[in-house]
């Protein structure tokens, strides 16, 4: 073999290689309550934790955020409790919470752009709002009104910006565009009618969990802007009232395919 022919089938190799790690699937952990699910190619795994986690996303590299017990960093799944946020720790094994700091006001759905960490909840009189919380102390910085009384489920940054956002409406079953600073969020797509709903993004993709009344269950799949949802896995039945949401569990030495909640593979996930 020629040292060209074995240049062309080892470009070759590496393009299939990516190809397919760019259609495979992502590790993602799943809330419903104290709940959390493991999929991972194409199994559910369920383990039980102290707290009810209401969001989860990973840390960027290069970040230490919290201040107890160490912090989480550099990949780390972090959950939103009750009252407190953790560090998911053994999340390839068998997941526990370890607090590293305490919540600071409402947030559903974490989510870092660079080094800053925001989220989206719903509060009253204002319907669906942004925050942007403090890393270090998790306290609120900033709150956005978004123009939709509502509330909202998961979030994730539009992929190339730093001030947009997408997230999912559980009383219209819509997913909007919002803007910091604009006084009104734009519809986007439908999604399928739910109580609760978790997103997160991975290389462009859009993955959604959602808490479905109808048909009592708890489902995770692949949410398309064009208001298509392409199930991929049924996680449980649903619990009425409980919140579920998802993270990026990056794979030992994967940090390119790192991505939830903004932490975009282009800019790096994350989750």
Request: charged share 10%; hydrophobic share 35%.
């Amino acid at each position: 073999m020629t040292t060209r022919n074995a240049s062309s089938l080892f470009a070759l190799a590496g393009s299939v290689l990516l190809a397919a790690a760019a259609n495979a699937q992502p590790t993602m952990l799943i809330s419903q309550g104290s709940t959390l699910y493991r999929y991972q190619a194409g199994t559910v795994s369920t383990y039980q934790v102290s707290d009810g986690i209401s969001g989860m996303t990973n840390v960027p590299n290069g970040m230490t955020v919290g201040t107890m017990n160490g912090g989480a960093t550099n990949g780390d799944v972090i959950a939103v409790g009750g009252t407190n946020v953790y560090r998911v720790d053994n999340p390839l094994g068998t997941p526990s919470l370890t607090q590293i700091g305490v919540r600071g006001g409402p947030n559903a759905s974490p989510v870092f752009v660079g080094n800053k960490l925001y989220g989206c909840a719903g509060v009253l009189p204002q319907g669906s709002i942004v925050v942007e919380w403090d890393p270090t102390t998790f306290t609120e910085i900033n709150r956005w009104d978004t123009g939709v009384f509502g509330g909202p489920g998961g979030m994730v940054a539009v992929p190339g910006t730093t001030d947009e956002f997408y997230y999912a409406e559980f009383n219209y079953d819509e997913i909007f565009h919002y803007k910091l600073g604009d006084t009104f969020s734009t519809p986007i797509c439908s999604t399928p009618n739910n109580d609760y709903v978790g997103l997160e993004m991975i290389g462009g993709r859009i993955y959604a969990s959602y808490a479905l009344p109808l048909t009592g269950e708890f489902v995770l799949g692949e949410q398309q802007l064009n208001g298509t949802f392409n199930q991929i896995a049924l996680l449980d039945t649903y619990k009425t009232g409980i919140t579920g949401l998802t993270a990026i569990i990056p794979a030992p030495g994967g940090a390119l395919l790192l991505g939830a909640g903004g932490l975009l593979a282009a800019r790096r996930r994350r989750n």
